[in-house]
């Protein structure tokens, strides 16, 4: 009895999804003691590369010994030219199994979905973050505009219009009916056109809430307020979708010629 694809693409996920849930969280200094288990790994990615169709994150740049994240890129895929940019800099979780190669500990992953971006490193600072705009500021109220003065002395006389001249009355010249051309079809977009459209739309999108979260945190930061810390793990998360956003806008939309 074959299965129906419908149930086989719904319970897929599902499995996935359990299995991520049910690993074990660990630090990426200790993943040397979990060697062949499927674990979740954690911590900020210090160095990133994309080589050979493969995306190289490591923990700790100056040790080789330490563990090191490897993204495989299919040749059909949706990440962006430069994967390892949504990644460098950030905090992630990335759920593999851990093995040893030629003595260094790797996590060798499938899929993008495996890797989870959390925040910022501690050292990183939001850029462009724009001062937020006080709620109690209420516009500058607009100057009246001047009032002409009267007009003094007495009123001129009002001057009657001239009489008209009578006389046969000329011929009215009827105008020319002027000629309609068909107009020319609308050229219709092309594929290419249309996925700059959507590409620029997503940036657009992104842009906006990377915007926002900044102001949030700024706000968070100017105001004194405790608790900013969260505010600034969601930067993470929404860097990485501009990132990808910025990334496709380059590669889909031809570069604009400078005015």
Request: charged share 20%; hydrophobic share 45%.
């Amino acid at each position: 009895m074959t299965r129906p694809r419908y149930l086989v693409a719904v319970v897929g996920p599902l499995l996935v999804v359990g299995v991520a849930l049910a690993t074990p969280l660990v630090s990426w200094e200790d993943s040397g003691d979990h060697g062949g288990r499927l674990v979740t790994v954690e911590g900020y990615v210090a160095e990133a590369e994309t080589r050979d169709r493969t995306c190289i994150l490591r923990f700790d740049a100056d040790d080789e010994a330490a563990l090191t994240v490897l993204l495989l890129v299919p040749l059909v895929t949706s990440l962006p030219p430069l994967p390892h940019r949504l990644y460098e800099g950030r905090r992630i979780r990335a759920t593999g199994r851990i093995q040893r190669f030629g003595g260094r500990l790797e996590m060798v992953l499938q899929s993008p979905d495996q890797i989870e971006v959390l925040g910022l490193t501690a050292d990183a600072e939001p850029r462009h973050a724009e001062p937020p705009v006080p709620a109690d500021a209420a516009p500058h109220p607009a100057a009246p505009a001047p009032t002409a003065a009267p007009a003094r002395g007495p009123a001129a006389p009002a001057v009657e219009p001239a009489a008209p001249l009578r006389g046969p009355a000329a011929p009215a010249i009827e105008p020319a009916a002027p000629t309609l051309e068909p107009a020319a079809p609308a050229a219709l977009p092309s594929a290419a056109e249309l996925a700059c459209a959507r590409a620029r739309q997503a940036w657009e999108q992104a842009h906006l809430d990377a915007r926002d979260a900044v102001a949030e945190l700024s706000t968070c930061l100017d105001a004194g307020r405790s608790r900013c810390a969260p505010l600034g793990d969601r930067l993470g998360p929404v860097l990485t979708d501009l990132e990808w956003a910025e990334q496709r806008l380059e590669t889909t939309c031809p570069p604009r010629a400078d005015p």
